[in-house]
């Protein structure tokens, strides 16, 4: 199954276009944030019924640490947000579906990475 970030999920609502998968709890926040309160409600219950909204749980929790130590160590942090997408997306041994190239650096951390351009 794959897991859809922010930018993969955006352009999937603007196409009308719906791939089965997964999306964070996180994605679904970044979105959510941007649709106008009055629609908020109607585009949530829509995102909830298209995709698998997965919660930040003690795994997801226990791989961004993981992450965030590394790349800390690295001088090349990323921002909170990402690092618990692609932390849950590798507790779930999902492909991460993105448009931002960020995750790239991740993949030898055993993140699967699916970019779209």
Do not use: H, W
Request: neutral net charge.
């Amino acid at each position: 199954m794959k897991l859809f970030d922010t930018s993969a999920l955006i352009e999937q609502l603007q196409r009308g276009f719906f791939e089965r998968g997964a999306i964070s709890v996180i994605t679904l926040v970044e979105v959510l944030r941007g649709v106008p309160q009055e629609k908020r409600i109607k585009v949530k219950n829509l995102i909830e019924e298209a995709y698998d909204v997965l919660n930040i749980d003690n795994e997801v929790i226990l791989k961004y640490c993981e992450i965030y130590t590394t790349l800390k160590r690295r001088g090349r942090a990323m921002p909170d947000a990402d690092v618990l997408i692609a932390a849950t997306a590798m507790a779930r041994g999902l492909t991460l579906v993105t448009r931002d190239r960020d995750f790239e650096r991740l993949i030898d951390l055993n993140l699967k990475l699916e970019l779209k351009s």
